[in-house]
């Protein structure tokens, strides 16, 4: 696996990794989202042709997602933001972890206390539940890199924004930022 270093304003944010399988999924997913839209012009009559076409692809590269328990808005903003990702630069956003429950991000927290011996080394990659964005509903966590990338550079006209250095995977969405050109500050780590 390669790393592809990632600054922002100068600044070292992380580094992601980078897989050449992701290529060929992305490919194909495109190829699967165009042959849809014939079927999806079909079932809408005409209307979101291509975002029906896009959720369609979407279920067959990414059978197990889930985006239920989303806010309405940070939903409505990734499947935005993902079809036009896929449609505009043919790049891929899935989702491997939206919303959580409060039992859930607690067990995370207490997995990460263990593992890192203390629950001040795991407030670097994981927050109890009353602090966590993904409880709230507000937090993504993405794959593949080229599509966190894509979030990265663009996420800002969908309110969408990387907000911890050492999780290039990690978004938020803040609408409040959208349409600013200003951007939520970039912790360095979720406890930081």
């Known amino acids: 696996m390669t790393y592809v270093r990632r600054r922002r304003g100068g600044e070292l944010v992380g580094q992601m990794p980078v897989r050449r399988r992701d290529h060929a999924y992305r490919h ?8 849809l839209l014939p079927l999806a012009a ?6 979101r042709v291509r975002e029906r076409a896009c959720e369609w692809a979407f279920r067959v590269r990414y059978p197990f997602e889930d985006l239920s328990g989303l806010t309405p808005g940070t939903r409505a903003a990734f499947i935005a933001a993902r079809c036009a990702a896929l449609w505009h630069d043919a790049e891929l956003i899935g989702l491997t972890s939206g919303h959580r429950m409060y039992a859930e991000q607690h067990e995370l927290f207490l997995e990460a206390v263990r593992s890192y011996g203390s629950e001040r080394a795991a407030r670097q990659w994981v927050l109890p539940p ?3 964005s993904h409880v709230r509903g507000r937090a993504l966590d993405v794959r ?5 990338r894509w979030l990265e550079r663009h996420g800002g006209r969908f309110g969408l924004y990387r907000t911890y250095a050492n999780e290039w995977w990690h978004f938020e969405y803040w609408p409040e930022y959208r349409g600013t ?9 979720p406890g930081g």
């Open 28 to 35: 194909l997913t495109v190829v699967v989202a165009v042959l």
């Open 42 to 47: 079909l079932v809408t009559g005409g209307g």
């Open 144 to 148: 593949p890199t080229e599509g966190a």
């Open 181 to 189: 050109g200003k951007q939520p500050p970039m912790r360095p780590t």
């Open 130 to 132: 009353e602090e966590s």
